[in-house]
């Protein structure tokens, strides 16, 4: 006899409890590439110093000319120096995040798969918002269909999160993934969303906009260096 189906898990809180997990296999991805993440840092911050240099260079001849800013602009476009410079640092973008982010999907589908195909049918994050995965008939998925679920999964980030965004659909909200596994995620626990859950979540908005912000004051600080060297100040 099949077990009661319990209520389906509304899109937000499936969004908090996967962003807790992605916080830790973060860290667990930090751990493990720590070294190659601080050479690729390293790298990328030279490759901007050096994109600053060659703007600022090309900036000083285009100003020595007494070229309009539309000049300048096409200066920078057929630059070869700038083009080697810009080059560069999409090189060093990608060996910083491709690796990274390959590790973080090959760890997320091992973490996601062996919790929610074990007896708890749930990871941590799903743990503490009383979320289960369960198959249609709401009994477990077991680990076939956990991995089913998980590898389907990147359909649902390749279609740009519109999988996902199915997952707002009610009655049965589910995911892209969900529908090919024939799984679904539901709340076994009626609680409202832990304090800590919700602090969490408010807390990721500015937490972005702080690496933003930090992001942006690095290249201000190396276009102004960049400049003072050129201008002799």
């Not at 590439?33 to 911050?45: D, F, I, Q, S, Y």
């Not at 649902?156 to 009610?170: F, M, P, T």
């Not at 908005?205 to 912000?213: E, M, N, Q």
């Amino acid at each position: 006899m099949s077990p009661p189906l319990a209520a389906p898990t509304p899109l937000l809180r499936r969004y908090t409890a996967w962003s807790l997990d992605a916080a830790l296999i973060g860290v667990l991805v930090v751990a493990l590439m720590h070294r190659r993440l601080c050479e690729a840092l390293g790298t990328c911050a030279r490759a901007i110093d050096a994109l600053a240099q060659a703007m600022a260079a090309l900036m000083q001849q285009t100003l020595d000319l007494a070229a309009s800013p539309a000049a300048l602009l096409q200066a920078w476009m057929v630059d070869p120096a700038l083009q080697v410079a810009i080059t560069a640092l999409a090189l060093a973008i990608t060996s910083l995040t491709l690796p990274a982010m390959a590790v973080f999907a090959l760890l997320a589908l091992v973490w996601f798969t062996a919790f929610e195909g074990s007896r708890w049918q749930a990871t941590p994050g799903k743990r503490l918002l009383g979320l289960q995965v369960v198959d249609d008939d709401g009994l477990p998925p077991g680990i076939v269909r956990a991995a089913l679920r998980n590898a389907a999964g990147l359909l649902s980030w390749l279609s740009l999160n519109i999988g996902h965004l199915l997952a707002a659909r009610a009655p049965r909200h589910q995911a892209l993934h969900d529908r090919i596994a024939g799984t679904r995620v539901v709340r076994r626990d009626p609680a409202p969303m832990p304090v800590a859950a919700r602090l969490w979540l408010t807390l990721q908005p500015p937490a972005f906009f702080l690496l933003l912000a930090l992001l942006m004051r690095r290249i201000d600080q190396s276009v102004a260096a960049a400049l003072d060297a050129t201008l002799g100040f």
